[in-house]
């Protein structure tokens, strides 16, 4: 099942005050984040524009979307504002410059487990646990990305970012194994941006909705077969993830003549169950309230 997203057009100047409020909720004084800041302030005075320039936008988005999602929430998980800090702050400035073989793409691993639990807890799941801090004293954080409730269950997430297709299926068994030692159910979470486009491109398109279409038919045509044999009975399914830079054309000539294309930034979520787990139709429902409720993706 897909998760269609909401995208809302907002203005450069709305994005730029937003990610400033972002930078100043998490203390940012120094690295990545503060770096897009600077090169979106540049964007309509700078001939050429950089790969640097053009992408910004795309590369900020999800700092803008933490923000978002929990700076109404961030005190229900004492200490995980810092956390979240660190994984805006630290880092490459582009994707396309991590280091698969070394801990460089740390920060963005850890931010899409926070903006995944960010969504589920503002489509009124109750979230209890995020990157090991509990927001319930008494129950001890298990040793995964975060761990919700539904109608009386208790689900584990782990989350997982993949650099190649190469790593799909390994990814998918280590998120597997972890979730089996803990024994509750299990649902594996997987972020494939990085294997739809090539490096220092984006996608260009004439609808944001069509992009995204599109993105998601390839999770399921591409991604999905490749890893089902990593399920096992415990885990309900896997979360398939992809979010990419796009340049949508308006038709609109900008004041040097030239035609104006839009910059957006296109995720799409689809939802996989495993028939042969003991509630197979779970992981639907669940992507179903997820759709209906959680905040979209401009």
């Known amino acids: 099942m897909s998760q269609r997203p909401s995208l809302r057009k907002q203005t450069s100047a709305d994005f730029l005050h937003k990610l400033r409020r972002a930078c100043e909720w998490l203390q940012i004084e120094r690295g990545r984040a503060l ?13 050429p524009l950089s790969d640097e320039h053009i992408l ?15 700076h109404e929430r961030i005190n229900e998980f004492p200490g995980l504002k ?7 702050k630290q ?13 460089s793409n740390k920060p963005r691993n850890d931010a899409f487990g ?19 801090i509990s927001s319930c004293p008494v129950r001890q954080a298990p040793n995964v990305d975060f761990s919700f409730t539904w109608e009386g269950a208790y ?10 297709d190469g790593q799909l299926l390994k990814r998918a068994k ?23 486009r090539p490096r220092g491109t984006v996608v260009e398109t004439i609808s944001p909705r069509q992009a995204e279409s599109q993105m998601s038919r390839w999770l399921e045509s591409s991604i999905e077969p490749i890893i089902r044999p990593s399920l096992s009975p415990k885990i309900v399914g896997f979360i398939l993830f992809s979010r990419l830079p796009a340049m949508t054309s308006t038709g609109i000539v900008d004041p040097r003549g030239r035609f104006y294309r839009r910059r957006d930034s296109i995720s799409s979520i689809l939802a996989v169950g495993n028939p042969a787990n003991a509630d197979p139709s779970a992981l639907e429902h669940i992507a179903s309230t997820l759709r209906r409720r959680s905040m979209g993706t401009s």
């Not at 770096?35 to 001939?47: A, C, G, I, K, Q």
């Not at 689900?155 to 997982?160: R, T």
């Open 56 to 70: 910004a936008y795309y590369e900020s988005y999800e700092i803008l979307e933490l923000f978002q999602l929990w």
């Open 35 to 47: 770096e897009y800041l600077r090169l979106l302030e540049e964007f309509d005075s700078v001939n």
């Open 155 to 164: 689900f584990n997430v782990e989350c997982k970012r993949v650099q190649s």
């Open 114 to 132: 926070f903006i995944l639990a960010g969504r589920f807890l503002s489509a009124g799941f109750s979230v209890e646990c995020v990157d090991g």
């Open 91 to 103: 880092g490459p400035i582009m994707r396309d410059d991590e280091n698969t073989s070394s801990s």
């Open 82 to 88: 810092n956390k979240m800090k660190i994984s805006c």
């Open 174 to 196: 280590k998120a597997r194994n972890q979730l089996s030692q803990i024994g509750d159910s299990g649902i594996i979470a997987v972020d494939c941006s990085v294997l739809y």
